[in-house]
């Protein structure tokens, strides 16, 4: 079982630092409210992930994957019921083996987002509070009042 986890593990880590629609949230709620609110939505994209991965040791992600009409949040469901087997060798016991591997997931997603939500928060803090916010705010005026010259210049 050891030997599984230690493949997987790549695995594991090579979707978490996948950029998608996690890494997205994470990034937009670190900028907007900090650090606190990143690993508020760290935290939740986690019990979401580590529910689809029980879902789908037990079974029930393959009855919601073949549904794929009726939900609408299959497309989770689908990865793992498709990616969980690939790992698990002949005679080891699925649910146990299939459970480690979504632990493995939400641990390296949540290295992962943490670490991420502290480096936004940090260059955030950064920004808005030292000397680079200004900069930012007047090199933008500038290329926006040029952009607005040469607009001008055009029509006339």
Not at 12 to 23: C, D, E, K, R, V
Not at 85 to 91: A, N
Request: a positive charge; proline letters at 4%; glycine letters at 8%.
């Amino acid at each position: 079982m050891l030997h599984t986890l230690l493949t997987f593990v790549p695995v594991a880590a090579l979707l978490s630092l996948t950029p998608g629609a996690a890494t997205a949230l994470v990034v937009r709620n670190a900028a907007r409210g900090g650090r606190r609110h990143a690993f508020l939505t760290t935290s939740g994209n986690s019990i979401g992930v580590l529910a689809w991965g029980c879902f789908a040791a037990v079974g029930i992600a393959t009855v919601v994957a073949a549904s794929a009409a009726v939900f609408d949040a299959v497309k989770l469901a689908v990865f793992f019921v498709a990616l969980f087997p690939q790992f698990i060798p002949r005679g080891m016991p699925v649910l146990p083996s299939a459970l480690a591997m979504a632990a493995v997931i939400v641990a390296v997603d949540l290295v992962w987002y943490s670490t991420l939500a502290l480096l936004v928060a940090r260059a955030r803090k950064a920004f808005v509070d030292g000397g680079w916010g200004r900069r930012v705010e007047r090199l933008t005026g500038a290329v926006l009042i040029g952009l607005g010259i040469r607009l001008a210049l055009e029509r006339r």
